[in-house]
């Protein structure tokens, strides 16, 4: 059951709005006043405020029957406290259970009577298409023979869990009227597709029929079919425990079996039929996560996105021409330039530290010990040079960054895009040189940057009643001069990003919740963490790459290349200045790529565009199957004035539907019989 195992722990999901800020938001939409106190009619909550049911062929029960869940007085009209409770109801841990025993509270005096229950299930579509007995020993057992008892709210929740169950099987008594035990595979699709369409995926529903392979279908096949969908969230709990987390190994039925043999409610017969609709038969009888995803319906989880811009660029995967590439490369390049800009004036300081150190060579006659530690660097910087001597370098730092980190990460995400295969998986080695690439497209831009900026950064070491500035570097060294060093560059940069995007994915990976959504300060963490042994292990190319590029003064050690630099330094100074300044290039690089890729990631979800290819994994997009679901996708996106708890009204309705398989007509009788596909929402 996707929507409760995906509700937070904490005691309420969303932090309430403040009584005057609600207020406002009621009275702008509240038509009627009576008596001096503003009151909103079902129109102006569900179609208005809402935004639900937007056609003009609407159909008015059921926003009647909508809005009666806020309207607690049960007399058509919603006052602000009762707007106010309702957001108040949105915030609790159980709002989505709390919200279903509301639409069948038709008296509101919390409780539910058969004529309750009965009055709103005769109204789904559900009972339109294959009634329930409304009169049989189910609804004795919960209501009475006489049908007298009143059912309190912790009764409702058992009750409607039951409910959708006891139709299935009775959808099966009716399509096996000679109790034979077998019904054929149309009649089985017939009610899966009515009674389970709110657990179907789009590939589950297509092949039900396929999926028995002609023959009839036993009873124990159905019990076991509707009891997989409804334990799918169970069965990739199962996945992860046999995988130790991993969500794309491959993993075999006995596997699987071995791990769910401790789950009572895990049948081999649901494994059979698990593996069949993920058409392991194919696939060397192994499944991943990705087939769990795809037989698994994604529904209203606790991650409920404000997006700035939403723009849908292509209709589906097939239509991704080559020019919806180029905007998609594009797109991620002009993200990528504002996260490396950001990241980049975060750790700056820093970075003017770790090239300070780098630089302090023996024989100097300035001194051999100019800087005792990065701590001292830093402190006699700001003595000597002021606060803004730590940002000397700083303009053309971020001139050069921008291009330079977009390049990296969309070269990345392009090379990681071309070798991931349909189901969403790359090998570890394609990773590797997916970042060796990256790592290598951005040395174009780092060396000419690079030289230039520890140029600046060392040129406050030196005594000096003339300011140095870029372009005065720039025409020194000429167009070939800029790019001197640039072996030690790709020396150091390839290795980093081999190891450092690799070492993000799956650090991320790791890092995310049980459903696969990653928060943004997991993404800094996963960021930061993967900077510490990409930085760490390529410090001996930095050192060697900052010789090459600073301008060697009086009495210091020059050097003619990678190699004569490697030598003479061992030879020099020993092993050991190697890795100078490695602190400081952990704690810059670190940190920095941390505020880039959760920068990068975040402006994705913001300023989303689907391009018919990959997103980030550890976003929030979910599978959108329902009407209302679908009127969720934008209403939370677009109306400001769905705040506090109203900021999950939408999703939650929808989860009234998608849970519990209560779809109400979207439209008026006469229009709903013309447009059956259209008013189911199939």
């Known amino acids: 059951m996707p929507l409760t195992k995906s509700l937070p722990n904490s005691p309420s999901l969303l932090k309430r709005a403040g009584t005057e800020k609600l207020r406002e938001v009621f009275l702008k939409y509240a038509s009627i006043q009576k008596n001096g106190e503003h009151y909103m009619t079902s129109e102006d909550f569900v179609r208005k405020f809402l935004g639900l049911f937007s056609e003009s062929a609407f159909n008015d029960e059921s926003v009647r029957l909508l809005a009666n869940i806020a309207d607690t007085s049960k007399d058509g009209l919603i006052s602000f406290s009762e707007f106010q409770a309702f957001e108040g109801l949105l915030c609790t841990p159980d709002a989505l259970y709390r919200t279903a025993f509301q639409l069948f509270d038709r008296k509101g005096n919390g409780t539910v009577s058969y004529a309750d229950f009965a009055d709103v299930v005769q109204k789904t579509e559900l009972h339109s298409k294959i009634p329930f007995s409304l009169d049989g020993p189910f609804i004795k057992r919960y209501f009475g023979d006489k049908k007298q008892r009143l059912i309190n709210y912790a009764e409702f929740t058992q009750l409607l869990h039951d409910f959708h169950e006891e139709h299935a099987m009775e959808a099966f008594r009716s399509k096996d009227p000679a109790g034979t035990g077998f019904i054929s595979p149309l009649d089985f699709q017939d009610i899966i597709v009515n009674v389970k369409r709110h657990l179907l995926t789009p590939g589950v529903k297509d092949n039900l029929v396929s999926v028995t392979e002609g023959h009839k279908v036993s009873f124990p096949y159905f019990i076991a079919f509707t009891s997989l969908l409804n334990n799918m969230e169970l069965i990739k709990q199962v996945y992860l425990h046999a995988t130790e987390g991993s969500r794309t190994d491959m993993i075999t039925k006995d596997q699987i079996l071995y791990a769910a043999q401790t789950m009572s409610q895990i049948t081999p017969l649901e494994i059979d039929i698990l593996f069949h609709l993920a058409g392991a ?200 001069g800029l790019y001197k060093g640039a072996r030690a560059c790709l020396l150091r940069d390839v290795p980093f990003s081999a190891i450092y995007f690799p070492t993000y994915a799956h650090t991320k990976a790791m890092m995310a919740d049980k459903d696969g959504y990653n928060h943004p300060l997991t993404l800094l963490a996963a960021g930061a963490i993967a900077g510490v042994p990409a930085a760490s292990l390529v410090t001996p190319a930095d050192v060697i790459k900052t010789r090459l590029q600073v301008v060697a003064r009086s009495g210091q050690t020059t050097y ?99 849970k519990f398989g209560l779809y109400l007509p979207r439209f008026g009788r006469g229009v709903a019989a013309a447009t059956p596909s259209t008013a189911t929402g199939s």
């Open 281 to 480: 038969v194919h696939q060397a009888g192994r499944i991943d996560y990705s087939d769990l995803s795809n037989i698994a319906p994604e529904h209203y989880t606790k991650h409920i996105t404000h997006r700035l811009a939403e723009i849908k660029a292509v209709e589906s995967p097939a239509d991704r021409s080559a020019f919806i590439q180029i905007l998609e490369s594009s797109y991620r390049f002009t993200l990528g330039s504002f996260a490396g800009a950001v990241g980049a004036t975060v750790v700056y300081p820093i970075d003017l530290v770790k090239t300070r150190m780098q630089n302090q060579r023996a024989g100097s006659y300035i001194g051999e010990v100019a800087y005792r530690n990065s701590w001292d660097c830093f402190k006699k910087v700001v003595r000597h040079e002021g606060f803004m001597g730590l940002y000397r370098g700083l303009l053309p730092q971020l001139m050069g960054v921008a291009p330079e980190k977009a390049i990296k990460l969309t070269v990345n995400d392009l090379v990681r895009d071309k070798l991931t295969d349909k189901k969403g998986n790359i090998p570890t080695w394609a990773e590797v040189l997916a970042g060796g690439c990256a790592g290598a497209s951005q040395v174009v831009f780092t060396n000419p940057l690079e030289i230039v900026k520890i140029r600046l950064q060392v040129a406050g070491e030196i005594a000096s009643g003339s300011k140095i500035r870029a372009w005065s570097v720039v025409r020194e060294l000429g167009l070939f």
């Open 560 to 658: 003619n290349g990678v190699w004569d630099a490697t030598k003479k330094i061992m030879a020099e100074e020993g092993p050991r200045a190697f890795w100078k300044g490695t602190a400081a290039r952990v704690f810059r690089s670190s940190p920095q790529f941390g505020v880039t890729l959760v920068t990068y990631e975040l402006l994705q979800r913001l300023f989303y565009v689907d391009f018919g290819g990959t997103q980030p994994k550890g976003s929030e997009a979910h599978k959108i199957t329902t009407p209302l679901e679908q009127a969720a996708a934008s209403v939370t996106t677009e109306n400001l004035d769905h705040i506090g708890g109203y900021r999950a009204a939408v999703p939650l309705l929808a989860g009234v539907e998608s």
